[in-house]
C-alpha cells in the first residue's frame, strides 16, 4: 500500500494539494486528485494541509497491535523530538505509558543521533571536495534521488539516527526484538522500507497515531509513574530535532566568515540551496538540509506551539540528567554499528510537450492571449502556462482553470434555460397549434365564401369587404400568437429593465390559456393594478411564470380552478 494516498470519496477539488506539492505529485483526473508515487517525496504536506480530510498517510496500528500480540520483545524508540510533541508529559512518564500499552523497552533516537553526528563531523573535517549534503531527512533524501540526482554523489553516505539506532538494537543490543520507531515525520515510514536501509525499523509510527493508540486502551500518560529508558544514553544528540543540531553535535564549524557550513530548513530554502548547489552556483563543504523546520516542526507535530516554545523545551530536556559519561562509554561500545548507506537514482522525467500542443490547450481555456493569461494560481500551478503543460502530460485537467470553468458554467447554464424553453414549448404544442388551427380554420371558411359567390355571380362587395375584415382580425390573432412564442424561445442576453408583473403575467398566460381550457382549468385573475414596476428580465420573468401555470395545469388532470394573483 502506497504511504500517502488519497480517498476519491472525500476529494472536494479544491486543488490545494497540487498548490502546495512541491514537486507537483499529485495528478487531477476527473476532477478528483491522486498521489504520483513515482514524484512524491512524502514530506506530508499535503496531508496538513486538506481541509478535507481526503490525504492520508498510510497507518502502521495494525501492524504495531499485532507485533505487541505476539511473544517477540518490542522496543520502541523515541524520535528526539518527542517532548515537542507531548509538553504536557514528563519524558519518562511516557516511558511507562509505553510499557503499560506493551512494549518490553523504550529507548531514545538520540542515541543514534550521537553516532551519525560523530560520523559526520569525522567526514566533513576530512573533506576537500565537493559538498557534501546531509541525508538525515527522508524527504531531501527523497528529493534528491528523484529530481537531481546527479547530487546523489554529494549526500553523505551515512544512515539516519533512526536507521542507526535500529542497527544497534539488531546487530548488537537485542537481535530478536522488534523495533517501533515513534516520530513526526511521515517520510520516516518510507525510509524504512528503503531496500538500500531496510530490515531494521519493524513499524513507524507517527506521533497522532500514538496518541491514538493510548487513548484506545484509556492510558494518559501525564498521569503515569516516572520511568528509566532503557538502552543506551544519549547526551547532546537531544538536540538534533532543533534547527542546528546536526553541525553543533558533530563540532562541525559555523562560523559565517568561513562559509564551511549551510543550514537549511524549509521547504523553498532547500529546493532553492539544492537548485543553486546543481547549478555551481553555491561554494561550501556542508549543507544541512530540512524540508521542516527541523524535526520539531514536523508535520506529525499536532500541537499549536511556536518553534521558539519547542527548540526551548528540547533544550531545557538535553540538560537535565545529562550524563556525559555514560553517553561517552556507550559510544564507545556501539561504536562497531556500520552507519553507512547508498542512494539510488530515481529520476522520472514527464513527456516535454510540444509548442503547439501547449498553444492549444492553451487556447482552450480561453488563454491563448498573453493579456488573458491571469496566473492567478487557483487550478494550483503558477501560472496558466504551466497548468497547460501539465494538461498535456496528462496529470492535470483544462477544468482546473477556475476563470474557463465559470464561463464554461455560464455557457452551459445559458443552453439549459434555452432548453428548459424548448421543453415549455413542447408541452404547450398541441395546445397552441389547436389555437392557431381555429383562426386559420375561420379564414379558410372565409375564403371558400368569397369564392362560391365569385364563382356564382352573386359578390356583393359590402359583404366581401366584411369577410376580408374578419379574416384579417383571425390572421392577426394567428400572428400574435407566433409572435409570442417566438419571443419566449428566442435566445437572448439578459437585459434587465423595468417591467410590469402584471404584463408579464398576461403573456404567459396567453400561452397556456388553451391548454387551460382543454383540461377543463378555470383561470382566476385577481391582478393588482398600478402596482410600482420591477428591474427584471422580461423574457425570463416570462419563462418563470409560463413554468409555474403549466406546473399548475399539469397537476390537475381533472380540472378545477388556478388563481393567479398579484400583489
Known sequence: MDVIFIVREKCNGCYACVRNCPVKAIRVKEGVAEVMNERCIACGICISICAAGAIQARTDIGIVWQLL???TPVIAILSSAFPAAFPEVQPRQMVAALKKMGFNEVMET?????????????????????PILSSTCPAVVSFIEKFHPELTSNIAP???PMVAMGRIIKWQYNPEAKVVFIGPCVGKKVESEDENVAGVIDAVLAFPELKGM?????IAPVSEEEEQFSGPTPYLGRLFSVPGGLPKIAGISEDLLLNDVVVAEGIDRTINCLRELAQGK?????????????????????NDMS????????????????NPARTESDVEKYAGI???RRFANRYTELPAPREGEISTVLGQIN?????????????????CRELAIAVCQGVAESEMCWPYLVEKLQSTQDDLLQAEKLTSLGQMAASIAHEINNPLAGVLIYTKLLSKKVAGGTFVQEEALGYLSKMESELIRSSKIIRNLLDFARQTEPLLRLVDINQVLEQALSLVSHQAQLQNIEVVKEFTPSLPKVMADFDQLQQVFTNLALNAIQSMPDGGKVTIRSS
Open 214 to 218: 493510548l487513548a484506545m486502551r484509556g
Open 69 to 71: 500480540g505476539e511473544h
Open 158 to 160: 551515512i544512515v539516519s
Open 282 to 302: 553555491i561554494r561550501t563543504r556542508f549543507m544541512d538540509l530540512f524540508f521542516c523546520q527541523g524535526c520539531i516542526g514536523g508535520p506529525e507535530i499536532d
Open 338 to 340: 556500520d552507519l553507512s
Open 367 to 383: 488563454k491563448l492571449r498573453t493579456e488573458h493569461q491571469l496566473n492567478c494560481g487557483a487550478c494550483g500551478y503558477s501560472s
Open 307 to 322: 518553534l521558539c516554545r519547542r527548540r526551548e523545551i528540547i533544550v531545557n530536556y538535553t540538560s537535565e540528567g545529562a
Open 110 to 130: 538520540a542515541f543514534g543521533a550521537e553516532l551519525v553526528c560523530r560520523e559526520y563531523g569525522r567526514l566533513v573535517r576530512g573533506s576537500e571536495g565537493k
